[in-house]
C-alpha cells in the first residue's frame, strides 16, 4: 500500500523501551515437551510457567494502565483560575503520551512537535519518568524485573500509538545493551534537552514567558530525577529524594514504604539465590541493585 506523501511525517521523539526480565528463562520448561500433545506432566508444567511468563506480562500491563491513566487524569481547575484563563490552565497540564506494548516489552512515547504549548512536552517527559519509575519500583515489590532506556531521536508513527525508526532503536540500545541489570538508563540527547528548558532559553521567537517559566520548573524535576550511576550512566533516580517525594503523593507514604520495602527484599533474595546457585553475571547485577537500595533506605518512609 502506497502512502500518500502527506502521510509520511517524521518528528522528534522522546522514546522509553522496556523489557520485562527473565521470560526465555520462565518458558524454558516446555522446551522437553516441544509442541502441546496429550503428554504426561505437561498441563502442570504450562500452570508453572503461565504464572512467571503470559500472567506476569499481562498483570505488567495492567499494573502499567493504573499508573498511567493516574499520570494523565485530568485533575480539576482550582476556584481561583478566572474563567477566562480556564483553557489555557488545562492546555498547560496537558501531557500527550502514548504506549503499545508487544511480547514481553513496551514503548512509551510523545512527539516534541508542539502545537500550543511547549509546556505538554516538559509535562509528558515528567509523565513518562514518573510512571517508568514507580512500575519499577511496583514491579520489583510483585517479584518481577525490568530493564528500559529513554531518548529521544527521530521516529514516524506507524500505527496508532505505535513509534517506529532510530529514536526507538536508541531506548533499546540503552536498555538491550547499557542497562545491563534492572534499572531506567537516560540518554544524553534528553539530558541535554531538558537543560536546554531548565536553562530558560526560548524554544521559538514568540514562545510566551508563562509558557518559558512552566517549562523550565518541569524541566529541572526531570533533572532532578536523574543521576549518574557508578558506571557513569545516567538513570531514573527512582529512590531519589525528588521522586520519592513525588511518589508519596501519589501514592501515599504508607503504601510507597511497602512497596519499597517489598522491593528491597525481593532484590535481596533474588542477589542471594543467584549467588547460592553460583551464577555470576546475575549476582553481581543483583547486587549492584542492592546497593542502590541500601543507599536509599532512608527515602522509604
Known sequence: MNKKEEDIVYRNYVVAFID???????????????????????EEVLAKVDINTAYRVNKFREDFEVFFNAIIEERPVPPSVPAEKIETFKELRRANIKYKS???????????QVVKSYTVVANSIFGMLMT????????????????????????IEIEKSEVYGPAL????????????????????????????LSSGTPQEENQESLDISLCKIM????????????????????????????????????????IAELASIFVASENKRFSKEKNVK???????LLQYFLKNKDNFS
Open 169 to 196: 532503536f536508541e531506548a533499546y540500545r540503552l536498555e538491550s545493551k547499557i542497562a545491563q541489570y534492572p534499572r531506567i538508563v537516560v540518554g544524553n540527547i534528553l539530558i541535554d534537552y531538558l537543560n536546554n
Open 219 to 258: 524541566a529541572e524535576n526531570c533533572l532532578n530525577m536523574i543521576t549518574e550511576d557508578i558506571d557513569g550512566c545516567m538513570i531514573l533516580d527512582y529512590l531519589g529524594k525528588e521522586f520519592t517525594r513525588g511518589a508519596k503523593e501519589a501514592l501515599g507514604k504508607e503504601k510507597f514504604k511497602e
Open 102 to 112: 508487544f511480547s514481553d516489552c513496551m514503548q512509551i512515547f510523545t512527539p516534541l
Open 282 to 288: 546475575l549476582a553481581q547485577r543483583y547486587y549492584l
Open 20 to 42: 520485562v526480565l527473565g521470560q526465555q528463562e520462565y518458558f524454558r520448561p516446555l522446551k522437553e515437551f516441544k509442541i502441546i500433545a496429550k503428554q504426561d506432566g505437561l
Open 132 to 155: 517508568s519509575g514507580e512500575m519499577m519500583l511496583f514491579s520489583l515489590s510483585e517479584k518481577s524485573a525490568f530493564r528500559a532506556g529513554i531518548e529521544i531521536g527521530i521516529g
